[in-house]
């Protein structure tokens, strides 16, 4: 809508105004009078530019640093469209400063704002031509210049717009033509060829020229319109990615589609290919499975997908089209999209095209994972050009032409749902291309009238024949022919051409009055003649009207009246005749045909009235929002024209804008022709949407516009104050304003998507600086970095924003900003949050066994509990043999019940089973195993168990034992439940979980003296059998035991211990109830120093510190209240280490022999038992040796005493507490040796000769050595006498140089210098010598210098 806006001006009168807005200017950026020419002097050779086909031109002699000619980073593409569509060419300009840029075409200048808009985007270097409403005038070569003061840049590109012929028009067959005139609304009939004309009248015809010519002319038309495109080279690679993972039976079919001949050959190649792809594969991923192909459904979506196990979630997936990374999104409404279900990834391709045909690639970062094919002849046709309505007269024919996306063999033609075959009459052409089908009816009747359509499986396309009798006809308006087919497809006065419902009433070209209840009297006619009469009908002005009735019988020509004045065609109407229908058709209704008009037919009449309502006409339009300063006095004046009163409201913001009221000082002010809304202070809060609503008795039009305020500018004050009004027709842009948006509103809100990312809520700012948002930037950082890396611009009517590119488990802080033409203003900031990991079902129950046979085993189980197990999508199952670690999955997709049948199974194997839940997370972890079970059929039951006893029972347990049951055809028990029931109780409960395999069963954890009843139930395959219960109460405590002591070989009846030590007896017994224990010390009670105690069936006898008074005979008495008594009785003995025997006597009894005699120790005198150890040492051996031990004697022979030798004795008393301490002789035992003299003959040898001149075995070597090192040089001599060697450097000797040493161990000679410097660089030698010759050897040693 366009409006004039008054600021206050003294140099105009107030209300003056400016009636519209001068004309668009082709130059766009920077403003520029007239058109852009380069100058004649200075001009430079044209220069290269990276693009193709930019031609610059360099103006100066030298461009100052900072400079740059203009230049294209992306120039306009050649377009080929339809008549009718939009044409924009965008193109991307550089250079400083800013290039001015303009277009021009060879046909002229585009002046025409209504035909050519030229635009550039603020702050961007796009420039946009846009032509709208193409014709075949708009083909031409058009050219984009940029000029700034260094140079000109130039580039050129062509419009070709494809014009429809009437083929594509509907191919409106002209039958009769009455006075010979053009039919209204198809101007270019007469000039167009394809169209044919016959004229009629009294006159006679004009026979038209063949049609099955004419669509001959047409096919090479659409040959020349659409060249068949160039078929895209296959890299050969990605075919042998496509071979890796297809299936093998696919083999020979790609080999044949893509030329590859050596079949074996290629079965090689793809045994090393796998190997290098499993290679690449490594790094990124565990495994891939379950690899589906693409499968196009029946709706048009191919679908592909996969298993894939990635080591690391945040890996990039990347999918490729015949080599060419390609964008996909995870929503479903986009053309690709990815679905992802736990480890299931599917790609999904919709509104599939023939140009989406090729090799599809998976890459999971830089390794290909999956490859598959979506071939051409998978795509289904779609009609690119459907059908259109074909008329044609009587025993005519009729063509209908249809254009495919692409070749459909399978299309098939129907009428009226029934298929056609061709024949004489039918018949049906299809183009070399296979995209054009056309059917020709001939010899149409009025049978032959309905609905055509061609079918391609996926897709229709259906249009309608009208077989026309031999009268005149014109042809009906665009309006009329949509209510004239919606007519036929009986849906008149319920939905419009598109489907929408809409009353009668409410048509856009004509409707009748409200609350008439249907037709006059008048309107209807005589009854019997008019079975529909005319309606009065009212319409807005410039809409087409329509008149219509209905005969019941042919009553000749019939003519129309208006107030009494017959009509014709000069009148600007066109009569139309359907039949019995008669029909009145006004164009772009105008005042002055409103009044009452008649129709009639032989001596019939209908009669209606038309009326005309005429709402006020907005006169004057802005193109651009309303750009005000802030603080001063605003008037906004709307010019509009009405022939009846008007009356204006204007609304701010959705509110009705009254006198000072809102905005405060706003006043509202109706003129003849015009209404002003004054503001006296413009403020930021009054920059915003307004609007006015014009009302009369002929409707009302409502006109919106856009007011902003921007903060004051120096650059936007006048030099003498604002104290006149003045009028702009064009927004404010002296200046502009440096004010930023203020933050948005806040707070800025994080959602969790749990999986999906984070999802951020805020509000627009408060303040935008008087500026429009255009977008807004949302920045995000991560817990540790201080990088703030942008992630998204959503667009200005958007206040949310998804986030999908965080990582679970990490915590990150956002901020927002919004964006003006002023740049981007303070960032609202969000407090840090926790991305959380996704929840994960937990595990589901064990499966229990509801059935069991060979055919299958019937499994249920219960939901999982915890996080991520409110939603669950379904269950997986797997099965595994008993004693194996390997889990089969049973089911593919999830199940979603808690109840499955397991079919496969093989009989007699026994199986476990587990079961996972999934959720839109992921697969949670398995739940617990099953019990194993055999898959076979049911058996019998198990009998009762025979002889239930209780063999035991204790405080907290009851042991039972039983047999088992008697075995018949099979029944055999497999195992055992033993259940208890309280006395006070009704049921019984299991003691165990599963089953007991054997017949013996302790119930432990009862309750002590309480009673309970037994029951123990065999169980097999077949079930649980008859129970066997125990007849009497069983109760928890122990059998009465008679007291008895429990020995053991531990247990001795003599106990000695020294005096002084403390001691502890104890004794174990066993025995129910606890019986009393009494201990006794030869026969009397013990003292009071002696401690006894007794627990849990033992006693014991502690004596803190032994004495010799302690010794005597112990007895310990048990004794119980039924009388039952035991006892038993040990000695105890306390003494002391014994004393030392006395002094020994040696002598010699026997020859070669020696008796050594001692006095007894005096403790043998005194009852205590002890026994004596004999050692001896003699002077040829050392150390005591043990001659006798466990002697009760006092003495001792020693046989083999040798002549010479000294021999020692010791004696030591012992007990069973200790040693004595040693007795030993005071003289050793000798006896003298006598040796005789006897001669010795010495033995004579030569001896031989080893005299041997010098020799090296190992001479030196060369050294290379730094400076500061030390140097070892090393050589091996041999020779005897053993040779002397002497050491020279440079033939002088060492022999006495401090600064050396050397050494000669065993004849391996070493000089050894221990910091070398360069002055030691020279010739060493090592000369060997003795009596016999001499040897030498030489060696170089080499000092580097180190460099600093």
Sequence with gaps: MGYGLLIPDRTQQRGASVSSLPPARVLSGPARTGTPTSPTRGQRPPKKSAIHGVSIRQLVEEIPEGGST?????????????????????????????????????????????????????????????????????????RCTAVNVYGEATCSTRLLVIEVSPLYKGYLVQAYVRGGKQPRGNKTAAADPNCIHIQGGKKGKEVAPDLRKELMDYRNLLKKRAPPPTKKKVDLEQVWQLLMTADRKDYERICLKYGIVDYRGMLRKLKELQKEREDKMAPYVNAVSNLRHIRVSKEGVATFDLELDLKYSGSKIHLYKDGEMIPYSFDNQTKRCLRRLGKRYQFQIRDLQPEDAGIYQIKVEDAEIFSTELDASAIPSRVVVPLAEAHCEERGEAVFECILSSPCPNAAWNFRHRPLQPSNKYEVFVSPDGLTHRLVVRGAHFSDMGPYSLGTGFHSSTAWLVV????????????????????????????????????????????????????????????????????????????????????????????????????????????EQDGLVHRLLIAHVQGTQAGRYTFVAGNQRSEATLSVHDRPNVTEKLREPLVVKAGKPVTVKIPFQSRLPVQAAWKKDGAEVAGGSSPPGAQ???????????????????????????????????????LQVIGASPSLLPSQGPKGPRVLGSPCRQGQAQNKPQPPQGPLEVQDLQGAGVCLHWRPPDDSGGRAVEHYVVERRQAGRSTWPKVGEPPADSTAFTDAHVEQGRKYTFRVR???????????????????????????????????????????????????????????????????????????????????????????????????????????????????????????????????QVIDTSHTSITLSWEQPDAQDGDTAQGYVVELRGSDSLQWIPCHKGTVPVTSFTAKGLRP?????????????????QPTALDTLVQVMPVAIHPKFLMDSSTRDLLMVRAGDTIRVPVSFKAFPMPEVTWLKDGLPLLKSNVTSTKDGLTQLLIPVASFSDSGLYTVVLRNLQGGEAAYRFSLRVAACPKAPGPIRLQENVPGTVTAEWEPSPDETGGVPLYYEVLTRSSAHGPWCQAADRMHTNHFTLLGVLPGHEYHFRVVAKNELGASLPSDTSQPWCIPRQRDRFPVRRPSYREPNLSQKPRFLVGLRTHLLPQGCECCMSCAVHGWPRPHVTWFKDDQSLAGNPAVYSTDVLGVCSLIIPSVSPKDSGRYKAVAENALGEAISTASLIVTESSS
């Design 70 to 142: 203009p230049d294209f980073q992306q120039k306009p593409v050649a377009l080929a469209l339809q008549e009718g569509k939009n044409a924009i060419f965008r193109a991307l300009v550089c250079g400083e400063p800013k290039p001015e840029v303009c277009w021009q075409s060879t046909k002229g200048n585009l002046r025409n704002s209504s035909k050519y808009q030229i635009s550039s985007s603020p702050g961007s270097n796009e420039h946009v031509l846009q032509i709208n409403k193409l014709t075949g005038e708009d083909s031409d070569m058009y």
């Design 468 to 575: 026309e009798a031999g009268k005149d006809r014109n042809l009906l308006t665009a309006s009329a022919d949509h209510q004239l087919q919606a007519r036929r497809r009986g849906l008149e006065g319920r939905s419009d051409i598109y489907g929408q419902g809409r009353d009668a009433t409410q048509s856009p070209r004509s409707r009748y009055k409200p609350g008439t209840g249907g037709f006059s009297k008048e309107a209807q006619g005589p009854q019997g003649h008019f079975s529909q009469g005319l309606a009065n009908t009212e319409v807005q002005q410039g809409e087409d009207a329509m008149l219509s009735c209905t005969l019941t019988r042919d009553l000749g020509p019939g003519a129309w009246f208006k107030d009494g004045v017959e009509l014709s065609a000069q009148d600007g109407v066109i009569f």
């Design 818 to 948: 919004a964006v003006t033409s002023e740049g981007a203003g303070e960032a609202l900031e969000s407090t840090e949050v926790l991305v959380a990991p996704e929840a994960l079902p937990g595990p589901p129950s064990s499966p229990a066994i509801q059935s069991a046979s060979s055919q299958g085993i019937t499994l249920t189980w219960t939901a999982p509990r915890g996080p991520g197990s409110a939603h669950i999508l379904g269950y997986l199952i797997e099965k595994r043999k008993k004693g194996s670690n390997i889990w089969t999955a049973v089911n593919a997709q999830p199940v979603p019940g808690r109840r499955w049948t397991v079919t496969d199974v093989r009989q007699g194997c026994p199986y476990e089973f587990r079961v996972t839940a999934v959720s839109p997370s992921g697969p949670g972890e398995p739940g617990p195993p099953s019990d194993a079970v055999f898959a076979r059929d049911p058996v019998r039951a198990p009998g009762p168990v025979r002889d239930l």
């Design 668 to 706: 509202v002010a109706l003129g003849d022709g015009f209404t002003r809304l004054c503001l006296p202070s413009a403020g930021r809060k009054d920059g915003d949407r307004d609007s006015v609503t014009l009302r009369s008795e002929g409707g009302s039009v409502q006109a919106e516009l856009s």
């Design 1009 to 1025: 003296q309480e009673s309970y009843f037994v029951r123990v139930t065999a169980v097999n395959d077949g079930g649980l059998g």
